[in-house]
Structure formats: structure tokens, C-alpha cells
């Protein structure tokens, strides 16, 4: 439902995440989707946060379960509300006069989504009286200066709406009544959001900058993977604040360099950890505009420990800027430490557990010594080339012919799928549309061929490549 995007006729394939993408009619959304807001949902224990998050999102990311205190630290997921991208945050139940030392961790986790949100969903129990707990979170919700919308959940019926009433003693002007649970009054609530996000203004986003031709680097992983010290190795001073105690980089940093005769911004980021080891609020806000850097990057270079290995934030981190279209370059840093067979492992060891994105490039380096930095740049470069460029249509269907005869899609369910013809719909990333006369019938397996294909004949090594199959309609073949 809302976590979807806007209905194609269209089935959409991306090598870095199955549902990403999008077509050619959607090259306005996709210009403003860097800049995505952010939707906090809060509440106390039990009133169906997570059953809510997961109904906006459209999909089951949040664990939901019938007892207090499931969601403890916080979700992020992409997701499309009226054909507008938004990220939403999922938080753990909220309750800010504890005295618990974990309610009072997960109520520092909270107060860092609100103060970065853009617009906050504030749901309360819509079939039990209004708590203390109510009372207090709506006051702090009110300083906090944001956009408030408040929902009573868990009204699935008239019955329950009578209940409603009482929320208001809560000096609330508006309530949603709605039932998470069986999607009720959620359409309602949507456009709701939509009044209270930011407006987007769709010329501004697609208008170029005055460096639009500058890379946007952003910098990303873990605390004390040696992103501040390739950061001032390129930048040529000491930009960043260099310790090697981790976590000493709360915002994300930005800069004008030049390496190579070539200009690039970079954007420093804070270490970004595992949510259960983030404690502080400040970190917590500074994991969170790591994540927003993300967005606005054209590529991602993933600096890794190659002393500590590839572990699951590493993978975490390169599928999220997967999901966002962007180029990715990991390096490996710190290969200064290693001896040649340690470092021929840590090799191995990369490749393999970030075989789900083979074309990001391992790139093995010593920010300190700056052994491999010059080589990671022009990667850089190659990655921002690939990212922008462009095939022509006669091009590519020449090309299709061969492919075609090769390997045609192959009959599935007693029909016979064509691709009539193959165009590159967007750059950065790489969209491509293939008009097809069933592509609800080709595998993902065959749409993996067509996108490795695309890649070894046109040199996108290092950048994600969509590929949207569209059905040949009376209209199109005009």
C-alpha cells in the first residue's frame, strides 16, 4: 500500500536491491529523493508503533509483537506516501519519567529521531484511557517546535471509536482514529503527513547545482575505520578531528579538494555502529546524519578495518547505499598493518561477504602512510563517469540482437515473453527500460543476465544498474 511506489505497469530490477528503481515517468521523484524526509514515530509502549511503521513502509520490517518493549533501539526504511519519498523511523515505546536505565536509553534514542525528524507521527492507544506517560510525551512533543500529528490506534470499528473521546482530555486538536492492524483509516492519515511535510518544490531539485559537475563523496562506516584520516590526506589539512579513539566525528563534514587536477566534494561522516551500541543522543543524531549524507552523495566510499574484517554493519551499510543508486567504493584501509598473507585474506574475506554487490570495488589502502589513496581516487573518478554516462538507444538494440539470439527469455507458464526493444531511460544510476509483450513472466534470473550483459558491453563496473521491463502497449508503439 503506501510504502509502495506509485503503480506501473512495470516490473522493476536493480542488482543491488530486487525492488528498487524506477521508470522514465518517475525522473522528478527520483531527482528529489535525495533529500528525503523524515517521519519519526513515537509513542509509549504497546500502542502498535511498529504495526503502523510497517503499514506505512508496506512491507514487514519492524518485529511486532503483543508486549511492551519489543522495538528498543531505532528502524529506518525508505518508503513512497502519495508518490513522495520519505524515510520512516521506527522507535522503541517511549516514556520520558523513567527511571530505568534501559527506558532512559531508548528514551535518548527517541529524542534524537524527533530532533531530526521532519514531521513526527505521535500514536497513542485508542482503546484504553489516556496514562501519565500520554500526558508527559505530548508536552515534550509540543516544545519540541515540530510538526505533530497525533493518531489513536487500535480503533477497529465504531465500538472502539467511542473510547476515542477520552484521548482529547489530552488537549490534543486533532485525533486519527485508525486500526494499524487491519490498514483502517490509513489513507487518511497519509494525506495528512503529506499536508505537514515540507513542500517540494521539483524545479529546485532537478535545477543543476553550481559544482554539479563535482563527485559528492561521502565517507561512511564504522567509528575508527580511518574516515577522517582520508579525509584530511585529501583535503591537505586537518580539517577533521583525528583521534584514535572512535567516535570522534559527530557531524558530517564538508569539503571542497582537488587530487589529480580533478575537484571533488567530500563529505565526512560520523562512525556509524550497530543501533544497540549507540548510547549517547548525541550519536545518536550523528548516526542519522551519516545517513542523510548518504543521500546526497553520487557515491559512497565504504572505509573497512581490513585488521577487524568485513562484519554485518559493513554489509548493512554498502545495501543501504545500494538501495539509493549510488556508486560504491570500499576501501580497505589500514592494509599498512598486515603482512602479505593477512592481507591476501583480507581480501578474500571482503569478496566474500560482499559478494550481493560484486561491482563495488575493493581497494586496498593506508590512509596514514597514503599507500593506495592516489588509486582510490581515480576509482572515484571512473565510479562518477560510469555513473553519468549514457548509451544511446540504436546502440544499445544493436547490441540487444546479439544478445537475443544468444539467449532469448526463456517460456514460462505457456508464454513466450519478446523484448522488442531496449532504451537507457536515466543516469546516475543507470536506468534502463525494456519494452517487453509479458514481462510479468521473465525470471529475475534472466533480468540478472540482461544487467551483467549491460555491464561487461558498456563499462558500468563499479555504479548499480536498473532495469525496468514495461509492457509494449497500442501507445508506445505509436
Known amino acids: 500500500m503506501s510504502g509502495d511506489r506509485p503503480e506501473t ?28 524526509p523524515l517521519i519519526a514515530v513515537v509513542g509509549r509502549p504497546n500502542v502498535g508503533k511498529s504495526t503502523l511503521f510497517n503499514r ?6 519492524a518485529i511486532v509483537y503483543d508486549a511492551p518493549g519489543v522495538t528498543r533501539d531505532r528502524n529506518y526504511a525508505d518508503a513512497w ?26 528514551a535518548r534514542h527517541v529524542m534524537a529521531a524527533i530532533a ?54 489530552l488537549g490534543v486538536d486533532t485525533l486519527h482514529a485508525l486500526s494499524a492492524l487491519h490498514g483502517r483509516g490509513l489513507g487518511e492519515l497519509e494525506r495528512a ?42 583535503s591537505g589539512s586537518e580539517r577533521s578531528l583525528v583521534d584514535d579513539r572512535p567516535g570522534t566525528t559527530r557531524d558530517a563534514v564538508d569539503s571542497l579538494v582537488e587530487v589529480g587536477g580533478h575537484a571533488y566534494r567530500l563529505i ?42 568485513i562484519g554485518e554493519q559493513e554489509q548493512r551499510l554498502l545495501g543501504l547505499a545500494a538501495e539509493r543508486g549510488r556508486g560504491l567504493v570500499v576501501g580497505l584501509n589500514k592494509m599498512d598493518l598486515l603482512s602479505p ?14 559478494s550481493f554487490a560484486r561491482w563495488a570495488k575493493l581497494m586496498p589502502l593506508s590512509a596514514k602512510t597514503g599507500e593506495g589513496v592516489t588509486a582510490l581516487m581515480r576509482q572515484v573518478k571512473r565510479t562518477h563517469r560510469e555513473l553519468h554516462r549514457r ?28 523484448i522488442y526493444y531496449v532504451t537507457q531511460a536515466q543516469t546516475n544510476p543507470p536506468l534502463f527500460v525494456a519494452m517487453c509483450s509479458a514481462p510479468e513472466v521473465i525470471p529475475e534470473s534472466y533480468q540478472r543476465f540482461v544487467i551483467g550483459q549491460l555491464r561487461s558491453a558498456f563499462g558500468f563496473e563499479s555504479v548499480p544498474v536498473r532495469l525496468a521491463l514495461r509492457k509494449r502497449t497500442r501507445r508506445s508503439e505509436a
Open 193 to 234: 503527513l503529506m499536508a505537514a511535510l515540507p513542500p517540494v518544490d521539483p524545479e529546485a531539485a532537478l535545477a543543476p547545482a553550481e559544482d554539479a559537475e563535482v563527485p559528492r563523496v561521502a565517507l561512511i562506516g564504522r567509528p575508527n575505520a580511518g574516515k577522517s584520516s582520508l579525509f584530511n590526506a585529501l
Open 341 to 354: 598473507r593477512e592481507r591476501k585474506e583480507a581480501l578474500a574475506n571482503a569478496e566474500r561477504k560482499l
Open 268 to 309: 565526512d561522516t560520523a562512525g556509524i555502529r550497530k543501533r544497540a551500541k549507540v548510547h549517547e543522543e548525541v550519536e545518536s543524531q550523528s548516526v542519522m546524519r551519516s545517513l542523510k549524507a548518504v543521500g546526497r552523495a553520487d557515491i559512497v566510499v565504504l572505509m573497512c578495518d581490513a585488521s577487524c574484517g
Open 116 to 169: 531530526e525528524a521532519d514531521v513526527v507521527l505521535c500514536v497513542l492507544d485508542g482503546s484504553a484511557p489516556p496514562t501519565q506517560a500520554d500526558a508527559d510525551a505530548i508536552r515534550l512533543l509540543r516544545r519540541s517546535g515540530k510538526p505533530v500529528l497525533y493518531c489513536a490506534n487500535k480503533v477497529d470499528g465504531p465500538k472502539q471509536e467511542v473510547l476515542v473521546s477520552e484521548l482529547y482530555q
Open 56 to 61: 506505512l513502509v508496506g512491507q514487514r520490517v
Open 391 to 418: 548509451v544511446g538507444t540504436s546502440e544499445l538494440n544493436r547490441f540487444f540482437e546479439t544478445v537475443l539470439e544468444r539467449r532469448p527469455p526463456p517460456t514460462r507458464g505457456g508464454k513466450a515473453p519478446r
Open 9 to 36: 505497469s512495470s516490473a522493476t530490477l536493480s542488482d543491488s536491491a530486487p525492488d528498487a528503481g524506477a521508470d522514465a515517468e518517475e525522473a522528478t521523484e527520483e531527482a528529489i529523493a535525495a533529500s528525503r
Open 81 to 106: 506516501l502519495a508518490a513522495r519519498p520519505v524515510t520512516v523511523v521506527d522507535t522503541g515505546g517511549f516514556d520520558p519519567t523513567t527511571d530505568d536505565p534501559m527506558s532512559q536509553g531508548i
